[in-house]
């Protein structure tokens, strides 16, 4: 009775095995995409070849493959990550600088001006003169270069 029951088993399974696969459609309806065994209209049949079926050292080998990609890509991810974190940092250390520098030019510049009100009549056109190239200086660093970290 034994032998019959596990003939039986194996003839089942190896008939299951080597049956040959339906035809799967794919169908789109109303934007929506299903599958079916039955062709519908504008359906296209999908092919499924023995070799999509892997074996369960092939399906192994493919997790592992599969684990790898996915480890290359979290990886590449990571860098990336930490590339613009550290540029975010260096631009945010770029303008704390710019700041501190204009600030200095800025009360050099407000000094410059007040040194041209009080300076006696004879040194007037030098403190106007230094004061004109404090405020171009201050322009053409502070002005210029904010826009550009600004932009980035």
Known sequence: MRIYFLCGSLVASLLCISMPAYAIYRCEASGKISYSDMP???????????????????????????KKALEKVENARHRETEAHYKAQQRVGKQRAALEKKCAA???RQQYASEDV????????????????????????????????????
């Open 105 to 107: 030019l800025s009360r």
């Open 40 to 66: 519908c209209p504008g359906a296209r049949q999908l092919e499924i070849r023995d070799s999509q079926i892997d074996s369960p050292s092939s399906a192994k080998k493919q997790h592992i493959e599969n």
């Open 117 to 152: 009100r009080t300076a006696p009549q004879k040194s007037v056109e030098k403190a106007r003169r230094k004061a004109n190239r404090i405020t171009e200086q201050y322009e053409a660093e502070c002005k210029a270069r904010r826009s550009e970290l600004l932009a980035s």
